[in-house]
Protein backbone atom coordinates (compact mmCIF):
# COMPACT_ATOMS: atom_id res chain seq x y z
CA UNK A 1 0.00 0.00 0.00
CA UNK A 2 1.82 3.70 -1.19
CA UNK A 3 1.07 6.42 0.97
CA UNK A 4 -1.99 7.75 -0.58
CA UNK A 5 -4.08 4.54 -0.95
CA UNK A 6 -7.16 4.76 1.36
CA UNK A 7 -7.28 2.53 4.36
CA UNK A 8 -8.47 -1.04 3.59
CA UNK A 9 -10.58 -2.62 6.18
CA UNK A 10 -12.08 -5.58 6.73
CA UNK A 11 -15.24 -6.02 8.81
CA UNK A 12 -16.67 -8.95 10.53
CA UNK A 13 -19.98 -8.97 11.99
CA UNK A 14 -21.64 -11.90 14.02
CA UNK A 15 -22.71 -13.41 17.25
CA UNK A 16 -19.41 -15.01 18.04
CA UNK A 17 -21.01 -17.52 20.55
CA UNK A 18 -17.96 -19.07 20.95
CA UNK A 19 -15.93 -17.38 17.67
CA UNK A 20 -13.98 -20.28 16.40
CA UNK A 21 -11.19 -21.20 13.60
CA UNK A 22 -13.58 -20.79 11.18
CA UNK A 23 -13.80 -16.81 12.00
CA UNK A 24 -10.43 -16.50 12.16
CA UNK A 25 -9.38 -18.20 9.17
CA UNK A 26 -12.02 -15.99 7.38
CA UNK A 27 -10.45 -13.08 8.99
CA UNK A 28 -6.85 -14.34 7.88
CA UNK A 29 -7.55 -15.35 4.49
CA UNK A 30 -9.25 -11.99 3.56
CA UNK A 31 -6.40 -9.58 5.21
CA UNK A 32 -3.92 -11.35 3.22
CA UNK A 33 -5.63 -11.28 0.04
CA UNK A 34 -7.03 -7.95 0.31
CA UNK A 35 -4.10 -6.31 1.65
CA UNK A 36 -6.17 -5.32 4.40
CA UNK A 37 -4.75 -3.29 7.11
CA UNK A 38 -7.14 -4.33 10.01
CA UNK A 39 -10.19 -6.78 10.49
CA UNK A 40 -12.54 -5.35 12.72
CA UNK A 41 -14.32 -7.74 14.83
CA UNK A 42 -17.63 -6.88 15.66
CA UNK A 43 -19.67 -8.95 18.29
CA UNK A 44 -23.46 -7.92 17.54
CA UNK A 45 -25.53 -7.14 20.93
CA UNK A 46 -28.99 -8.10 19.78
CA UNK A 47 -28.99 -9.91 16.32
CA UNK A 48 -32.02 -9.43 14.15
CA UNK A 49 -31.02 -12.33 12.08
CA UNK A 50 -31.19 -14.77 14.78
CA UNK A 51 -35.12 -13.43 17.23
CA UNK A 52 -35.05 -15.88 20.14
CA UNK A 53 -31.32 -17.55 19.69
CA UNK A 54 -30.35 -17.71 23.14
CA UNK A 55 -27.35 -15.91 23.02
CA UNK A 56 -25.01 -15.65 25.95
CA UNK A 57 -24.11 -12.21 27.33
CA UNK A 58 -22.41 -9.87 25.23
CA UNK A 59 -19.26 -9.22 28.33
CA UNK A 60 -18.58 -12.87 27.50
CA UNK A 61 -19.00 -12.80 23.54
CA UNK A 62 -16.88 -9.65 23.60
CA UNK A 63 -14.11 -11.23 26.21
CA UNK A 64 -13.98 -14.60 24.07
CA UNK A 65 -13.71 -12.31 20.44
CA UNK A 66 -10.53 -10.84 23.03
CA UNK A 67 -8.97 -13.93 23.83
CA UNK A 68 -9.06 -14.98 20.21
CA UNK A 69 -7.59 -12.21 18.23
CA UNK A 70 -5.20 -11.46 20.87
CA UNK A 71 -1.98 -12.83 18.96
CA UNK A 72 -2.66 -10.94 15.61
CA UNK A 73 -2.05 -7.39 15.82
CA UNK A 74 -4.05 -6.61 12.88
CA UNK A 75 -7.48 -7.80 14.27
CA UNK A 76 -9.26 -5.69 16.53
CA UNK A 77 -12.35 -5.77 18.83
CA UNK A 78 -15.06 -3.37 17.82
CA UNK A 79 -17.75 -2.27 20.33
CA UNK A 80 -19.43 -0.70 17.66
CA UNK A 81 -22.57 -2.60 17.91
CA UNK A 82 -22.14 -3.49 21.92
CA UNK A 83 -22.24 0.06 22.90
CA UNK A 84 -25.49 0.88 21.03
CA UNK A 85 -28.85 -0.21 21.69
CA UNK A 86 -30.52 -2.88 19.12
CA UNK A 87 -31.94 -3.91 16.79
CA UNK A 88 -28.31 -3.86 15.39
CA UNK A 89 -28.58 -3.96 11.67
CA UNK A 90 -25.27 -4.54 9.07
CA UNK A 91 -25.97 -1.63 6.90
CA UNK A 92 -26.33 0.99 10.14
CA UNK A 93 -23.00 -0.75 11.60
CA UNK A 94 -21.49 0.21 8.49
CA UNK A 95 -22.54 3.81 8.03
CA UNK A 96 -21.65 4.23 11.91
CA UNK A 97 -17.88 2.53 11.73
CA UNK A 98 -17.71 4.41 7.51
CA UNK A 99 -17.91 8.08 10.31
CA UNK A 100 -15.29 6.76 12.00
CA UNK A 101 -12.93 5.80 9.96
CA UNK A 102 -13.41 8.68 6.89
CA UNK A 103 -11.86 7.68 3.90
CA UNK A 104 -10.95 4.18 4.42
CA UNK A 105 -12.73 1.21 1.90
CA UNK A 106 -14.91 -1.20 3.64
CA UNK A 107 -14.45 -5.13 3.17
CA UNK A 108 -17.45 -7.11 4.60
CA UNK A 109 -16.50 -10.53 5.39
CA UNK A 110 -18.83 -13.21 5.32
CA UNK A 111 -19.59 -17.15 5.18
CA UNK A 112 -21.37 -18.10 2.36
CA UNK A 113 -24.05 -18.99 4.23
CA UNK A 114 -24.48 -15.49 5.13
CA UNK A 115 -24.67 -14.57 1.16
CA UNK A 116 -27.14 -17.32 0.57
CA UNK A 117 -29.07 -15.53 3.02
CA UNK A 118 -28.06 -11.73 2.32
CA UNK A 119 -31.65 -10.72 0.67
CA UNK A 120 -33.10 -11.27 4.26
CA UNK A 121 -30.84 -9.03 5.71
CA UNK A 122 -32.02 -4.76 5.98
CA UNK A 123 -31.11 -2.88 2.88
CA UNK A 124 -28.70 -5.33 1.24
CA UNK A 125 -28.16 -2.52 -1.63
CA UNK A 126 -27.24 -0.26 1.02
CA UNK A 127 -24.97 -2.65 2.38
CA UNK A 128 -23.54 -3.38 -0.71
CA UNK A 129 -22.95 0.30 -1.51
CA UNK A 130 -21.29 0.61 1.58
CA UNK A 131 -18.44 -2.43 1.67
CA UNK A 132 -17.97 -4.91 -0.91
CA UNK A 133 -18.70 -8.36 0.44
CA UNK A 134 -16.08 -10.82 0.82
CA UNK A 135 -17.06 -14.40 0.72
CA UNK A 136 -15.65 -17.71 1.78
CA UNK A 137 -17.33 -20.65 1.05
CA UNK A 138 -19.05 -22.89 3.41
CA UNK A 139 -19.89 -26.45 3.48
CA UNK A 140 -24.07 -26.97 2.71
CA UNK A 141 -24.25 -23.33 1.47
CA UNK A 142 -24.27 -21.97 -2.47
CA UNK A 143 -26.13 -18.51 -2.92
CA UNK A 144 -28.07 -18.08 -6.17
CA UNK A 145 -25.59 -15.39 -8.28
CA UNK A 146 -28.18 -14.68 -10.73
CA UNK A 147 -31.00 -13.89 -8.09
CA UNK A 148 -28.97 -11.70 -6.40
CA UNK A 149 -27.75 -9.80 -9.13
CA UNK A 150 -31.69 -8.78 -10.33
CA UNK A 151 -32.39 -7.80 -6.53
CA UNK A 152 -29.21 -5.89 -6.27
CA UNK A 153 -27.94 -5.21 -9.99
CA UNK A 154 -24.03 -4.51 -9.70
CA UNK A 155 -23.91 -7.12 -6.90
CA UNK A 156 -20.91 -9.08 -8.86
CA UNK A 157 -18.74 -6.50 -9.04
CA UNK A 158 -19.05 -6.08 -5.32
CA UNK A 159 -18.21 -9.51 -4.85
CA UNK A 160 -14.68 -11.33 -3.54
CA UNK A 161 -14.38 -15.01 -3.22
CA UNK A 162 -11.73 -16.43 -0.76
CA UNK A 163 -9.52 -18.82 -1.58
CA UNK A 164 -9.78 -20.67 1.66
CA UNK A 165 -10.59 -24.00 2.27
CA UNK A 166 -14.08 -24.91 3.04
CA UNK A 167 -14.28 -25.69 7.01
CA UNK A 168 -17.02 -27.23 8.53
CA UNK A 169 -17.33 -25.70 12.01
CA UNK A 170 -20.00 -23.83 13.36
CA UNK A 171 -20.65 -22.18 16.77
CA UNK A 172 -23.98 -23.67 16.89
CA UNK A 173 -21.95 -27.42 16.36
CA UNK A 174 -19.66 -26.11 19.07
CA UNK A 175 -21.87 -25.23 21.49
CA UNK A 176 -23.32 -28.59 20.92
CA UNK A 177 -20.33 -30.10 21.60
CA UNK A 178 -19.44 -28.47 25.10
CA UNK A 179 -22.79 -29.46 26.01
CA UNK A 180 -22.52 -33.28 25.44
CA UNK A 181 -19.17 -33.19 26.70
CA UNK A 182 -17.50 -33.74 23.10
CA UNK A 183 -13.58 -32.23 22.76
CA UNK A 184 -13.41 -29.02 21.33
CA UNK A 185 -9.53 -28.70 21.33
CA UNK A 186 -8.34 -27.56 17.85
CA UNK A 187 -11.57 -26.39 16.77
CA UNK A 188 -11.45 -22.95 18.66
CA UNK A 189 -8.02 -21.20 20.12
CA UNK A 190 -6.57 -22.79 23.38
CA UNK A 191 -7.47 -19.02 25.10
CA UNK A 192 -11.15 -19.52 23.87
CA UNK A 193 -11.87 -22.91 25.33
CA UNK A 194 -10.03 -21.83 28.50
CA UNK A 195 -12.72 -19.11 28.76
CA UNK A 196 -15.74 -21.23 28.25
CA UNK A 197 -14.03 -23.64 30.39
CA UNK A 198 -13.92 -21.03 33.22
CA UNK A 199 -16.89 -19.51 32.77
CA UNK A 200 -18.80 -22.54 32.31
CA UNK A 201 -20.81 -21.69 29.13
CA UNK A 202 -22.92 -23.61 27.06
CA UNK A 203 -22.94 -26.68 29.68
CA UNK A 204 -26.31 -28.45 30.44
CA UNK A 205 -26.30 -27.25 34.14
CA UNK A 206 -25.61 -23.00 33.01
CA UNK A 207 -28.27 -23.07 29.84
CA UNK A 208 -30.28 -20.25 31.75
CA UNK A 209 -27.18 -18.17 31.33
CA UNK A 210 -28.22 -18.23 27.78
CA UNK A 211 -31.91 -17.09 27.88
P1 LIG B 1 -23.98 -19.98 14.76
O1 LIG B 1 -23.69 -21.44 14.49
O2 LIG B 1 -24.25 -19.67 16.20
O3 LIG B 1 -25.05 -19.43 13.82
P2 LIG B 1 -21.59 -19.18 13.29
O4 LIG B 1 -20.57 -20.24 13.52
O5 LIG B 1 -22.28 -19.17 11.95
O6 LIG B 1 -22.65 -19.15 14.47
P3 LIG B 1 -21.43 -16.30 13.45
O7 LIG B 1 -20.85 -15.54 14.59
O8 LIG B 1 -22.89 -16.27 13.29
O9 LIG B 1 -20.87 -17.82 13.57
O10 LIG B 1 -20.71 -15.91 12.09
C1 LIG B 1 -20.17 -14.65 11.79
C2 LIG B 1 -19.73 -14.68 10.33
O11 LIG B 1 -18.70 -15.67 10.15
C3 LIG B 1 -20.86 -15.05 9.36
O12 LIG B 1 -20.74 -14.27 8.18
C4 LIG B 1 -20.58 -16.50 9.05
O13 LIG B 1 -21.04 -16.86 7.77
C5 LIG B 1 -19.06 -16.55 9.11
N1 LIG B 1 -18.59 -17.89 9.45
C6 LIG B 1 -18.80 -18.57 10.59
N2 LIG B 1 -18.26 -19.79 10.54
C7 LIG B 1 -17.69 -19.91 9.31
C8 LIG B 1 -16.98 -20.97 8.62
N3 LIG B 1 -16.78 -22.16 9.20
N4 LIG B 1 -16.56 -20.73 7.36
C9 LIG B 1 -16.78 -19.52 6.76
N5 LIG B 1 -17.44 -18.50 7.35
C10 LIG B 1 -17.90 -18.69 8.60
Redesign the pocket.
Known sequence: MTGGDPLRLGV??????PP?Y??LA?AETARVQLGLARVLFVPAGDPPHKPGYPLSPAVHRAAMVTAAIADNSAFVLSRVDLDRPGPHYTVDMLALLRGMFAGAEFYFL?????LAEFLTWRDPVGIVRQAVLVV?E?PGWTADIPVLEREIPGIRERLVWLDAPR??????DLRRRVREGLPIRYLVPPAVEAYIREHRLYARENSDCRR
Not at 110 to 114: A, E, L, R, V
Not at 167 to 172: G, K, P
Open positions: LGGTFDHGHLMGGDSMRLDLSAT
